[in-house]
């Protein structure tokens, strides 16, 4: 007699009971896609069109890996032209001070002594390290392209300098024998031997730890660029040679004719290095114009992308909280009514 009102209680129970779960379940989705603003089983409510999505996020991600490594790259390469506009201020501030020299071998020592700064500063700007790496050491980018000239012991360079010079005049250049020197004889020295220092194969033995081959990035999906220049290129050779041959090739002993002539030689191969590295200056201006446009181009097509995606996987946040506030309200019922079944006793049924 009393079967048929409890099992009608038992069903009624477990279906709210299961209603309720499912109500949850919903609840649950939809505070998940107000909280992503997206949809909570994309691969579920596009279905085939997941695979165009998944594509075109895999792109997006490959993108702002590669405008990330732009942005450090773009600062490499400010760092290079720093570096640069050092040496090259260097460079026209030793200018002058020759230019002031000519004609006035008394300030021989002065000159000496000014090239040796120069040369120091020129060499602490080429061995620029930036994040770890230095800017003009080719791709040998863990090791600095130039030794300290006037470390103790002499490096390779100095001790070539200083073994080319007492080979060709028969004395050191600190002897008072080399107020002896003629003009002719420095200047066959200064554009043979000396000018094969800085020549290869001398140049990489002796002097620079470079490679001349420069780093190369990758700066958009489909373009790869050389992004550095290299401490071998004519311009610091030109460079490094005009400091070093007033610094240490005995100016201050030097007769007044032979000063003259090496001073000369000097402005007109630092002269050459301010031409050559303005030119360089160029080179990289044009890499960072060209980093800077792939990596707009490429930020436009990534907005393209995540503006595309959003429309796809977004939901409408106003319906949404429509529809939870009506589930939450759903459920509310559902408890009371589910209270009232669990407060029914065995007496009541009957």
Do not use: C
């Not at 030793?94 to 000159?111: C, E, H, N």
């Amino acid at each position: 007699m009393v079967t048929t009102p409890l099992s009608t209680l038992t069903s009624a129970g477990s279906s709210l009971a299961s209603h309720i779960r499912r109500t949850q379940g919903e609840a649950v989705k939809i505070q998940a896609e107000v909280a992503s603003r997206r949809l909570y089983d994309v691969g579920v409510s596009l279905g085939y069109g997941t695979e165009s999505l998944v594509s075109f996020r895999q792109e997006i991600e490959t993108i702002e890996r590669t405008v990330d490594v732009n942005h450090q790259l773009a600062s490499r390469l400010d760092a290079s032209q720093a570096a640069l506009d050092n040496m090259m201020s260097n460079a026209n501030g030793f200018f002058s001070a020759l230019m002031s020299a000519r004609g006035d071998p008394r300030a021989a020592g002065i000159l000496a002594d000014q090239a040796k700064v120069a040369l120091n500063a020129f060499v602490n700007a080429a061995n620029t390290n930036f994040g770890g790496v230095f800017l003009f050491s080719g791709i040998q980018t863990e090791d600095a392209p130039f030794e300290d000239y006037f470390a103790a012991p002499p490096p390779s360079s100095r001790a070539a300098m200083s073994g080319a010079f007492s080979a060709e005049f028969g004395v050191s250049s600190t002897d008072p024998a080399v107020e002896n020197i003629s003009v002719s004889s420095m200047q066959a020295f200064m554009d043979n031997t000396f000018a094969t220092l800085f020549a290869d194969p001398n140049w990489a033995t002796n002097w620079s730890a470079a490679s001349s081959e420069g780093t190369t990035s990758l700066i958009s999906e489909n373009r790869t660029l050389t992004s550095s220049v290299s401490a071998n290129s004519e311009a610091f050779r030109s460079m490094m040679s005009a400091f070093v041959l007033v610094a240490d090739a005995g100016l201050s002993g030097l007769n007044d004719a032979t000063f003259e002539a090496v001073v000369d030689h000097a402005a007109k191969s630092l002269g050459k290095g301010v031409a050559l590295m303005s030119e360089l200056q160029g080179k990289l201006g044009t890499v960072q114009q060209q980093v800077q446009t792939a990596t707009e181009t490429m930020s436009v097509r990534s907005n393209i992308l995540n503006e595309f995606v959003g429309r796809a996987e977004g939901v409408d946040i106003s319906e949404l909280s429509v529809r939870l506030n009506s589930l939450l309200n759903q459920l509310e019922a559902t408890y009371a009514v589910t209270g009232r079944l669990g407060r029914l006793s065995l007496l009541d049924a009957l």
